[in-house]
C-alpha cells in the first residue's frame, strides 16, 4: 500500500499555481510573473509517471495487478471531473462563441472526449486559429499526453517485468532516454510536435516512474557526513530550487521540450526521492492551505482555462491583478465543489448505478451537441441585423477569401483544402480575372487585399493576377521565412513569370515587414521540406531580406510597372474581431470608433516605415503607400471605424474593412 505524502500535494500545488499565472500573464514594472509557468505541467508529468509507476510495481510485487483494475481506476480519478468540466464549458460556449467559433470548439471538445487534444491543437492551422488566451480547452492536450501514457506504458512494464524484470530500470532509462533525444531532436524543426506529442513527452513521466527505484528508507539510516546524508539534506532543496528557477525566470522563447527542461524535470525527481519530514523544502510544502490547494489541483487545473477564457471573451479586457484575484476565487470554488461532490465520490469502491452512467450519459450528449453543431454550422440563425452582417464577413479570413471556381489551381505541396481557393497556388495556375492589368505580389498581407480588389476592378472594367503566398514575400529566391521552405520556389517562378509580361501592370506588394529580422537559407529540397511543415533552418545573414526586397521592387520598376508598396501596418492591441461583436452586442448595434490607448504601435510602426525607406529608391513609378497615415491621429491607431467596421481579421491581418479602407486610399490617388 502507498503511503501517503503531503509534500506531494503541495509540490502539485506550485505547479498548478504556476501554470495559472503564466496563463493569466501577469506582469510586474513589465517583467511577467512565472514567465517560466508552462514548467509546472512538466512538475504534473514527472508526478504523474511517480504515481502510476508506484501503483504498477506495488501491485505487481504483491500479484494483484490487472490492466482492467488499472484503466478502471485511472478513469474514475480523471474522466468524471472532466466530463463535469466539458459540460459546464459547453453551455457557456454555446452562450458565448460565434458560430464559427463555436464550430471549433466542439472540435477540439469531440478530442478531449477521446482523449486525442495533444493531436487536435498539433494539427491546428496555427497562422489563422485563434490566440491561446481564446481556447477553453487547450489546456486538455496534457490529460491527452497523460492517457496516451497511461495506455501505453504498463503494457511496456507488465512485458518487462514478466520477460526482462531484472534488467526493468535499464529498460525504462533506455526507453526515457530515447524520447529525451527524440525531443531534442526535433524541437527546433518542428516545435510544435515536440511540444504536443508522447513521444517527445514521454522520458518526463518516465523519469517519475524512475524514482521509484530508489529505497528512501535507506535515507535516515545513513551514515552522518556520506554522500547519501548529504543527498538526504541537501537535495530536496536544490531540487526544489531547479524547479522554482526555471519557473521564474527561463521565458517561452526557449526551445521546449529539450534538454533545458532537464532542470524543473530532475529537480522534481530529486524532490521525490530525498524529500523527508523535518526537511526546509518538505516543511514549506506541508503546510496546510499549501496541500489543500495540491489536494484540489486537478479540478483547479480544468477549471482555471474556460473561467480565463470566457472573462476575457465576454469583458474583452486583459487581467488586472483585482479581476485575477476574483477570477482564482471563482477557479478554486469550482474546483472545491468538483472535489468534494465529484472526485472524492468517483475515489470511493462503491458506486451506484446512477453514479457510473452519468459521465457515459454525458459523453453521449456531448457527442451529440458536437454533430449538430457542425453539421448546422453552429446555428448562425441565431445572429440578427447588423450583427449577422458582420459575422458573414468575419467568418471568412480575408486573404483566404478570393476563389476562382472555373479555373482550379494546383499547390507546391500537392495537397489543397480546396482547389478553388486563390491562395497557396503554384504561380503557374495563379487566379486571372479579366484583363490582368493588376497584380498582388507578396505574402498573406497582401493576399488580405485579394478580395475587395477584385471586386474594385471588376466594376471598373479591369482585371488582376493573385500571386499571393502566405509566409512568402517576394524576396530573393534563395531565403524563406516561417514554415514555406517552397518560397524560395515561389519567388524564382514569380520573377520568371513577371519577366514574361507582356505589358506593364499595376503592382500591389507589401508583407509582414517584421519577418524581415528572421530569413532563413533555401533548404536542399524547398518543396519537400515545405511539405513537412519545417520551420527549422539555417538563419540567413545580414539584411539579406530588406536588399532583395528593394532589388525585386527596382526590378519591377526598370520592367515599366506601377508598384505599390503597402508599408508596415500598425499592429492592433487586441483581438478586433471579438471586440467588434462585443461593441455590436452591448450598445445600439452600430460600429463605434475603438482606438489605441497607447502610442507604442503608432511609434513602433513609424520606425519601421523608417527602415523600410532606407532601402527604397526615389522613383515615380513607385507609390507608397502609407497605412499609418490612414489608420492613425494623433500617435493614436484605429482598430474599429464607425463607418467601416473593424479594421482587422486574424491577427495583424485586415479585415475586408480595413482591405478597402487601403485600397480606397490606392483608387482615391489614381482618379
Given at each position: 500500500m502507498l503511503s501517503y505524502r503531503r509534500e506531494?500535494?503541495?509540490?502539485?500545488?506550485?505547479?498548478?499555481?504556476?501554470?495559472?499565472?503564466?496563463?493569466?500573464?501577469?506582469?510586474?514594472?513589465?517583467?511577467?510573473?512565472?514567465?517560466?509557468?508552462?514548467?509546472?505541467?512538466?512538475?504534473?508529468?514527472?508526478?504523474?509517471?511517480?504515481?502510476?509507476?508506484?501503483?504498477?510495481?506495488?501491485?505487481?510485487?504483491?500479484?494483484?495487478?490487472?490492466?482492467?483494475?488499472?484503466?478502471?481506476?485511472?478513469?474514475?480519478?480523471?474522466?468524471?471531473?472532466?466530463?463535469?468540466?466539458?459540460?459546464?464549458?459547453?453551455?457557456?460556449?454555446?452562450?458565448?462563441?460565434?458560430?464559427?467559433?463555436?464550430?471549433?470548439?466542439?472540435?477540439?471538445?469531440?478530442?478531449?472526449?477521446?482523449?486525442?487534444s495533444n493531436y487536435f491543437f498539433y494539427s491546428e492551422d496555427s497562422y489563422v486559429a485563434d490566440a491561446s488566451i481564446y481556447k477553453p480547452l487547450l489546456h486538455t492536450w496534457s490529460l491527452a499526453v497523460e492517457w496516451q501514457f497511461y495506455i501505453v506504458y504498463p503494457v511496456i512494464v507488465w512485458f518487462v517485468n514478466r520477460f526482462f524484470k531484472q534488467y526493468m530500470f535499464e529498460v525504462l532509462l533506455g526507453l526515457a532516454l530515447l524520447s529525451l533525444q527524440l525531443s531534442s531532436f526535433i524541437v527546433g524543426n518542428y516545435p510544435d510536435m515536440a511540444f504536443y506529442l508522447l513521444p517527445s513527452r514521454a522520458w518526463e513521466l518516465i523519469l517519475g516512474g524512475l524514482t521509484t527505484f530508489y529505497n528512501r528508507?535507506?535515507?535516515?539510516?545513513?551514515?552522518?557526513?556520506?554522500?547519501?546524508?548529504?543527498?538526504?539534506?541537501?537535495?530536496?532543496?536544490?531540487?526544489?530550487?531547479?524547479?522554482?528557477?526555471?519557473?521564474?525566470?527561463?521565458?517561452?522563447?526557449?526551445?521546449?521540450?529539450?534538454?533545458?527542461?532537464?532542470?524543473?524535470?530532475?529537480?522534481?525527481c530529486l524532490f521525490l526521492m530525498f524529500s523527508h519530514k523535518g526537511e526546509a523544502s518538505n516543511d514549506l510544502l506541508s503546510i496546510k492551505p499549501i496541500v489543500y490547494i495540491g489536494l484540489v489541483s486537478y479540478s483547479l487545473?480544468?477549471?482555471?482555462?474556460?473561467?480565463?477564457?470566457?472573462?476575457?471573451?465576454?469583458?474583452?479586457?486583459?487581467?488586472?491583478?483585482?479581476?485575477?484575484?476574483?477570477?482564482?476565487?471563482?477557479?478554486?470554488?469550482?474546483?472545491?465543489?468538483?472535489?468534494?461532490?465529484?472526485?472524492s465520490v468517483y475515489r470511493k469502491k462503491g458506486l451506484n448505478r446512477y453514479a457510473l452512467s452519468l459521465p457515459l450519459v454525458s459523453v453521449l450528449l456531448l457527442g451529440l451537441f458536437v454533430h449538430q453543431t457542425v453539421q448546422r454550422e453552429g446555428f448562425p440563425e441565431h445572429l440578427?441585423?447588423?450583427?449577422?452582417?458582420?459575422?458573414?464577413?468575419?467568418?471568412?479570413?480575408?486573404?483566404?477569401?478570393?476563389?476562382?471556381?472555373?479555373?482550379l489551381g494546383d499547390s507546391y505541396r500537392g495537397e489543397f483544402k480546396s482547389r478553388s481557393q486563390c491562395?497557396?497556388?503554384?504561380?503557374?495556375?495563379?487566379?486571372?480575372?479579366?484583363?490582368?492589368?493588376?497584380?498582388?505580389?507578396g505574402d498573406s498581407f497582401v493576399g488580405q487585399y485579394d478580395y475587395a480588389l477584385h471586386e474594385i476592378v471588376q466594376e471598373r472594367g479591369e482585371g488582376m493576377i493573385s500571386?499571393?503566398?502566405?509566409?512568402?514575400?517576394?524576396?530573393?529566391?534563395?531565403i524563406w521565412f516561417g514554415n514555406v521552405a517552397e518560397c524560395s520556389v515561389v519567388n524564382k517562378d514569380r520573377l520568371a513569370l513577371i519577366s514574361n509580361f507582356n505589358s506593364p501592370k499595376k503592382i500591389i506588394l507589401g508583407t509582414n515587414y517584421g519577418q524581415f529580422s528572421r530569413?532563413?537559407?533555401?533548404?536542399?529540397?524547398?518543396?519537400?521540406?515545405?511539405?513537412?511543415?519545417?520551420?527549422?533552418?539555417?538563419?540567413?545573414?545580414?539584411?539579406?531580406?530588406?536588399?532583395?526586397?528593394?532589388?525585386?521592387?527596382?526590378?519591377?520598376?526598370s520592367l515599366g510597372h506601377e508598384v505599390y508598396v503597402v508599408y508596415p501596418m500598425p499592429r492592433p492591441e487586441t483581438d478586433v474581431k471579438k471586440a467588434v461583436f462585443q461593441q455590436l452586442t452591448t450598445s445600439v448595434s452600430k460600429y463605434e470608433d475603438m482606438w489605441s490607448s497607447s502610442k507604442d504601435t503608432y511609434s513602433s510602426t513609424v520606425s519601421a516605415s523608417q527602415t523600410l525607406d532606407e532601402y527604397l529608391p526615389n522613383h515615380p513609378k513607385l507609390h507608397k503607400v502609407m497605412p499609418q497615415e490612414i489608420f492613425c491621429i494623433d500617435g493614436r491607431c484605429k482598430m474599429i471605424d464607425e463607418k467601416y467596421g473593424g479594421i482587422y481579421n486574424g491577427g495583424g491581418h485586415l479585415s475586408y474593412a480595413g482591405a478597402k479602407m487601403i485600397l480606397d486610399d490606392i483608387f482615391r490617388n489614381i482618379n
Open positions: 506531494l500535494d503541495g509540490l502539485r500545488a506550485l505547479a498548478v499555481i504556476a501554470v495559472i499565472i503564466y496563463h493569466a500573464n501577469l506582469e510586474v514594472f513589465g517583467i511577467q510573473i512565472f514567465q517560466g509557468g508552462f514548467f509546472g505541467v512538466d512538475v504534473f508529468f514527472v508526478l504523474s509517471g511517480y504515481l502510476i509507476t508506484s501503483i504498477i510495481r506495488n501491485d505487481m510485487a504483491e500479484g494483484t495487478f490487472s490492466f482492467l483494475n488499472f484503466y478502471w481506476r485511472r478513469a474514475k480519478r480523471i474522466v468524471p471531473a472532466l466530463v463535469a468540466m466539458l459540460v459546464v464549458t459547453t453551455l457557456i460556449a454555446y452562450l458565448v462563441l460565434l458560430p464559427s467559433d463555436l464550430v471549433t470548439y466542439v472540435n477540439s471538445l469531440k478530442s478531449a472526449l477521446y482523449f486525442g528508507n535507506r535515507l535516515p539510516m545513513a551514515t552522518e557526513g556520506s554522500l547519501e546524508k548529504v543527498c538526504y539534506k541537501g537535495l530536496p532543496l536544490f531540487g526544489l530550487f531547479l524547479i522554482v528557477h526555471s519557473m521564474l525566470f527561463v521565458g517561452h522563447e526557449v526551445q521546449h521540450p529539450s534538454f533545458l527542461t532537464l532542470f524543473p524535470v530532475l529537480g522534481t487545473y480544468l477549471w482555471h482555462q474556460p473561467v480565463f477564457v470566457f472573462f476575457r471573451l465576454i469583458k474583452h479586457d486583459y487581467f488586472r491583478y483585482e479581476q485575477f484575484a476574483l477570477l482564482m476565487v471563482i477557479s478554486l470554488l469550482l474546483a472545491t465543489l468538483t472535489y468534494r461532490f465529484i472526485e440578427r441585423g447588423v450583427v449577422r452582417e458582420a459575422y458573414d464577413m468575419y467568418k471568412h479570413i480575408e486573404f483566404r477569401r478570393l476563389e476562382q471556381p472555373d479555373n491562395n497557396f497556388r503554384t504561380v503557374e495556375t495563379a487566379c486571372r480575372f479579366g484583363d490582368e492589368s493588376w497584380v498582388t505580389l500571386l499571393s503566398y502566405e509566409q512568402c514575400p517576394f524576396v530573393s529566391p534563395s530569413p532563413k537559407n533555401r533548404t536542399k529540397n524547398p518543396i519537400e521540406d515545405g511539405k513537412k511543415d519545417l520551420v527549422g533552418g539555417e538563419r540567413a545573414k545580414g539584411d539579406i531580406a530588406w536588399k532583395s526586397y528593394s532589388e525585386n521592387i527596382n526590378k519591377l520598376l
